[in-house]
């Protein structure tokens, strides 16, 4: 069994250095091309000339690459897993690089940001590239049975969710927030923006001063306050809570669409999903007997909460390695005797969390206080489904649980 161990431990490390350049045939909108390409860590690159061929144009610096046309902007960092996207930064799970005289940017990311839907053909041993339908105005959106649209972007919203906010601000949107919850605190430069109360008690009237052309909110929002936001003729978008971590992904295209941030939120997306594989290829490789069961607290002392089997946070748990005790419930509730039962070996929450276990004799025998394995964590980035779960979340998950495989995050 040891000798196995270290086998997948040295087939990863190859897989994470090792790199090879073919001439790849692609398969794009039916016709079949060519293309120069690297695979590096089990990323595809292509070179940034070969760019030209699709309408975009490339300016290479010592440190920069950018590739560009008249509706966006990749500023791509040499060496670096930084990239801006018409102005906006966010960070990919692969890094930019030069070599023999020519510049490789990762294939996947440019063409999902350009509204390719990339994949690949096992048959034909292709990656496959299907341009993606160009949503117009007047647009359609469904969400949780019901159908909103919109007759051009948005200019003026006002935010009733944290994850909202959140996703506005990553995909640079933050302009055209007016107003915002109380819970809306991330990022820091959300204090700025006017309060309006929170989701289930927002201010009718500071909203109604603010005359937003949409007002948008999770779930199980005051129908009384919709109902008179309708009648002023403010539209009212309530956003089901994702229970997956697709769905985020989902929400993160859908404000880009209303928002007409288009470039900005497809490339979000293709990142946050390209690190997810990762983190999930990494946990593939980790030996079943190393493997970690976790507890995460939603709220302990009187009554028990977790996050269970149908929640993106068991998604986040379970994709990171850690096998989640709480799966053998649906959604929240759960029950001391079963997490005394389980006693499991990491627990992640907050420090006030912390301190309701230490100081109740009920928790005593729970090995993850007594090895010191209650992990202090900041529960946003669990709790509030945006970029942060998996940039954030996922990505802590399988740093403290598994420190040795977290070189081979890239990230």
Known sequence: ??????????????????????????????????????????????????MKSYGLNTIVTEEQIKVFNSNVEFVFFNLSNRVKVNGIEMTMDSKTFKRNGKVYIPMRFIFEAMNYEVGYNSNTKQITMKTRT?????????????????????????????SITEILFAIGAESKILGRTIYCKYPLATEKIRTVGSLYEPDLEGILDLAPDAVIAATHMNEDV??????????????????????????????????DRNYTARALVSTLKAKEQRINNIVKVIPQNELKTVYYVVATGNKEYSAGKLTFIHEVLSGAGGINVAADVDKWAYSLEKLLDHNPEFILGEKYQFDTMIESGNYKSLSALKNGKFIFVDTNLFSIPGPRVIDGGMKLVIETLYPKYKYMLNY
């Open 1 to 50: 069994m040891k000798k196995y161990g270290i086998l997948i431990i040295l087939m990863a490390f190859i897989m994470v250095i090792s790199s090879f350049s073919f001439g790849s045939t692609v398969n794009i909108n039916g016709q079949t091309k060519t293309l120069e390409t690297l695979v590096v860590s089990d990323r595809t690159f292509v070179t940034s000339d070969s």
């Open 134 to 162: 160009e949503v117009k105005f007047p647009l359609t959106i469904e969400d949780s049975g019901k159908s909103y649209t919109f007759q051009k972007p948005v200019e003026s919203i006002v935010s009733l969710a944290p």
């Open 226 to 259: 919709m109902k008179k936001l309708g009648q002023a003729g403010i539209s009212t978008i309530t956003q089901k809570s994702p229970e997956k971590t697709a769905e985020i992904y989902t929400l993160i295209e859908q404000l880009g669409l209303i928002t």
